[in-house]
């Protein structure tokens, strides 16, 4: 089993929203994102999605999108994103999910020798407009962390993802709650999108987790093969 990772699929085959209109990286979408799955995604793979799935406001307008990725290969674990407005209460979305189809939300999941961890994650300290209501959140999220990288150390696993849809860190790469909370813990590979277009993203400094960053129109809309988990690419050294 390989483990592979993508965010931001933006999907609304319910009511479908172009999304060329944020930027020529989204030319072809959504058969992009369906077409680059399936170029390397085979059935024993394990997929994580960090976020932004469906454009849906609802579950009922979400299943078709739901659906579309159930018959893709691989078993998925989802994350939720900050435009997943039709996300119902965990309980309700895990019993309405496709066979093959998982959800992490503030808390962590054992696939085989896998565990997935992780919450949304929100804009930080020190990144544009952040203000009072933004404080509140980003503390929220950051506790939210705490709770899923501690059910991650009991559940054990011969290795460690965590998922955010936000990055960790503010656009200058400067050291938060969410990045503190991950150099403390040392999970074997940390994986987030959210930002998309030209937008400059600032890798966090985690020695020992491998980091990517897998907007779907920031990787070519193919999940990106984490590599730690055969590792060769963690970073060791210091920042």
Not at 180 to 209: I, N, Q, Y
Request: charge should be negative; proline fraction near 9%; include cysteine.
């Amino acid at each position: 089993m390989r483990v592979l990772a993508i965010a931001d699929p933006h999907l609304s085959g319910a009511q479908p929203k172009p999304m060329d209109v944020f930027g020529p990286n989204w030319a072809g979408h959504p058969r992009a994102f369906f077409d680059g799955w399936r170029r390397v995604v085979h059935d024993d793979d394990l997929v994580l999605i960090a976020g932004d799935i469906s454009w849906a406001m609802r579950l009922d307008e979400a299943r078709v999108d739901l659906e579309a990725i159930a018959d893709l290969p691989g078993t998925k674990v989802m994350l939720r994103g900050n435009h997943d407005y039709w996300w119902p209460s965990l309980t309700k979305l895990r019993a309405a999910l496709p066979e093959g189809m998982h959800v992490v939300q503030n808390d962590a999941i054992r696939i085989g020798d896998v565990v997935v961890g992780g919450t949304r994650g929100w804009i930080c300290p020190g990144s544009p407009g952040f203000g009072e209501h933004d404080l509140k959140v980003y503390e929220r999220e950051a506790q939210r962390l705490s709770l899923s990288l501690a059910t991650m150390s009991e559940l054990g696993a011969a290795y460690r993802v965590v998922m955010l849809h936000f990055p960790p860190t503010n656009p200058r790469g400067e050291p938060s709650a969410f990045s503190e909370a991950l150099r403390a813990a040392k999970p074997d590979a940390l994986v987030f999108g959210h930002v998309h277009g030209d937008a400059p993203v600032a890798m966090p400094c985690l020695p020992g987790t491998e980091v990517a960053f897998v907007a779907a129109d920031r990787v070519g809309f193919e999940p990106v093969v984490l590599a730690s988990y055969a590792p060769v690419s963690a970073t060791d050294g210091p920042c």
